[in-house]
């Protein structure tokens, strides 16, 4: 008879071998190191009972062939997909095109928000795949090990309550006519596959009308009840209420790390990704983001006073919370919890996967009213620029000085987290094309040059500094008189000077400039009182051009003068000392080579019929 000590010891082995044994049937895979679609692989080559699969978009053709082997061996597959991401993702329309014409059962969303789901159900195996990753080779495979792939984390599972929570969850959605459609092979009526079972609490099946299962404010709850330290990996942040979240973390003590990706922090379609990083990074978030080659798309979050772990398929943006079909899991399996703490202190502490982060300047902004040099403008005036796609604030610089002092800082709208008390802009944002705009509160003086500036800057305080640039208010004197007597002599063939008479009460000169004196009219020429010549050096040889004047004062512009032409003359003929060539002999030049007229190259203009048109000379020393 075993001794007591022996029996103790069979006892606790068999109350651990179930624990073992469960976690031994699951799995997580880390794409940076490790092939995640051999697995995979070999979960659909094993099926022999059903498949369903769900995903946003599909490239490698792999998954598809294997799938579409099954079905023709009898096993019965579905498929969910959301042809929207066709445009985009090449090959994935590729991919719905095998699976249509092999006869596969498909489906397809319908309504806004898109499928996100990234998902295969295996029946006999009682096996589950999901995850954030796509159904594309890079998602899975790493083409360099710790130097280029993508991060992911692929979780393979046989929980019964997960596989049977995703199982009702397929047949809702598979069932659901108002926002799903039949996208090919579906003969009859739709019906559900499976019994219904109770959804595993640690699931978040976003989207919900009573947003029951809103990403977001579930996120929230567990972020706030956080008491010692959160780690987040997180492909796209567009939406504020993670970020204010994360922020006030930190504010009650509690250190956040963040590891993001650099392409979606300066993605123009998605310019709000910037605002909350760089918020994020003010309010004391310690970021780091992407080194290696290939994109970071993972989104977890870890919890260590809770020992929780956030994993699944949703971005920390506003469609994600609750309104594209998402899939996320809130656990608390220990083992689960672990593997994202090694993997995230291995990314973390790598010199070479990722790389502290270093907020980016705004684009410079670009002035639209005033313009520069402008005159006879309203004593009450509204400033015009376009700030770009990554300034949230600015700094408007504005006086009589040629240098201007500030004079606001920091005008934002609400839009951009302006707070109470702060100065806001007329109009203004960073999304949607909406031109920024100011109106200096009060009456300028007449007659008087005002200078401004604009400086751009980010939520982390990054600048982009604009130019300077002039304006002179209305004055009470009246416009002067029309310039006359503007002609145009041609001096050279790369020189036309022109003259006018001078009018009483002028300021200055404006000198326009035509190409064939009735459109195409462009300002050559800004010039001071009483300057009444000027000279063209901007011409070419054997061209006609036209040209008009008109004088300014603070009461405005004067009429245009009368409109004068010139024709520049031809280049002077090669001296004894030239070297003549022909365009058509001499394909690459180096040196100081000047274009002549036809009528004075070597040959004689008799040739040109049979030669290039436009000759060229060097003059050499001899």
């Known amino acids: 008879m075993p001794g007591p000590r022996l029996l103790i010891s069979l006892i606790l082995a068999l109350m651990l071998l179930p624990v073992v044994n469960t976690h031994a049937q699951e799995r997580l895979c880390d794409t940076a190191f490790e092939d995640c679609r051999t697995p995979l692989w070999q979960l659909i080559d094993a099926e022999t009972q059903g498949i369903d699969v769900g995903f946003w978009f599909m490239q490698d053709s792999s998954y598809a062939t294997k799938l579409i082997n099954r079905f023709k061996a009898g096993v019965p597959v579905r498929v969910l997909v959301d042809p929207r991401a066709n445009p985009t993702y090449a090959g994935n329309e590729a991919v719905l095109n095998q699976l249509r014409d092999a006869g596969i059962p498909m489906r397809y969303k319908l309504t806004n928000g898109i499928l996100h789901w990234k ?13 954030g990753a796509n159904y594309s080779g890079n998602f899975f495979v790493p083409d360099s090990p710790y130097v280029n792939y993508f991060d992911e984390a692929i ?35 739709l019906t559900r596959r499976y019994p219904t079972f109770p959804i595993n609490p640690e699931l978040n099946f976003p989207p919900t009308a009573d947003f029951s299962q809103d990403f977001l404010t579930r996120t929230q709850q567990r972020l706030n009840a956080e008491t010692q330290k959160i780690d987040v990996i997180m492909y796209r942040i567009t939406n504020q209420g993670y970020a204010d979240t994360t ?26 990704d910037a605002w909350n990083m760089d918020r994020m990074y003010m309010g004391g978030v310690q970021i780091k983001m992407r080194k290696h080659l290939g994109l970071n798309h993972q989104k977890s979050v870890l919890l260590y006073g809770q020992g929780m772990t956030i994993f699944g398929s949703s971005n920390w943006t506003g469609p994600s919370s609750n309104f594209q079909q998402e899939h996320n899991y809130f656990t608390t399996k220990p083992w689960f919890f672990q593997w994202f703490v090694n993997q995230f202190e291995r990314k973390w502490t790598s010199t070479t996967e990722n790389e502290p982060f270093v907020p980016l300047p705004p684009t410079q902004p670009t002035y639209v009213f005033p313009a520069n040099s402008a005159i006879a403008q309203a004593t ?12 949230h604030k600015y700094d408007i610089y504005f006086g009589t000085s040629p240098n201007p002092p500030l004079y606001v800082a920091n005008v934002s709208t609400f839009q951009s987290g302006a707070q109470a008390g702060q100065p806001l802009l007329d109009t203004g944002s960073v999304d949607d094309g909406v031109m920024e705009s100011y109106t200096i509160p009060m009456t300028l003086q007449q007659g008087t040059t005002y200078y401004w500036r604009i400086v751009g800057k980010t939520m982390a305080n990054q600048t982009a500094t604009g130019p300077t640039w002039s304006f002179v208010t209305t004055g009470s004197v009246a416009p002067p008189a029309a310039p006359s007597g503007l002609t145009a002599t041609a001096i050279s063939p790369t020189r036309i000077d022109l003259s006018w008479n001078d009018v009483g009460g002028e300021t200055g000169f404006r000198v326009e400039r035509s190409p064939n004196g009735s459109s195409g009219w462009a300002e050559i020429a800004s010039l001071g009182a009483n300057q009444i010549t000027y000279s063209d050096t901007s011409v070419t040889a054997q061209q006609t051009y036209f040209y008009r004047v008109r004088a ?10 009368n409109v004068a032409s010139a024709t520049t003359p031809s280049p002077p003929p090669p001296s004894a000392g030239d070297i003549v060539l022909w365009a058509a002999e001499a394909p690459q030049r180096v040196g100081n080579w000047s274009v002549v007229a036809d009528a004075t190259a070597a040959g004689g203009p008799e040739h040109r019929s049979a030669r290039m048109h436009r000759p060229i000379r060097q003059t050499i020393s001899k």
């Open 119 to 131: 998902m295969m159900l295996f029946v006999g195996q009682n096996k589950l795949e999901f995850s």
């Open 247 to 272: 922020i006030a973390a930190v504010n009650r003590g509690i250190p956040v790390r963040l590891i993001h990706e650099p392409d979606e922090y300066r993605n123009l379609a998605r310019q709000w």
């Open 380 to 391: 009450t005036l509204t400033l015009n620029w376009e700030g770009g796609p990554w300034a």
């Open 552 to 561: 300014l004062n603070t009461g405005g512009f004067s009429p245009y003068s």
């Open 155 to 189: 979780y393979f599972t046989d929980d019964p309550s997960l596989i049977q929570s995703f199982k009702t969850k397929y047949d809702d959605v598979w069932t659901n006519t108002a926002d799903y459609g039949n996208y090919a092979n579906i003969t009859g009526p």
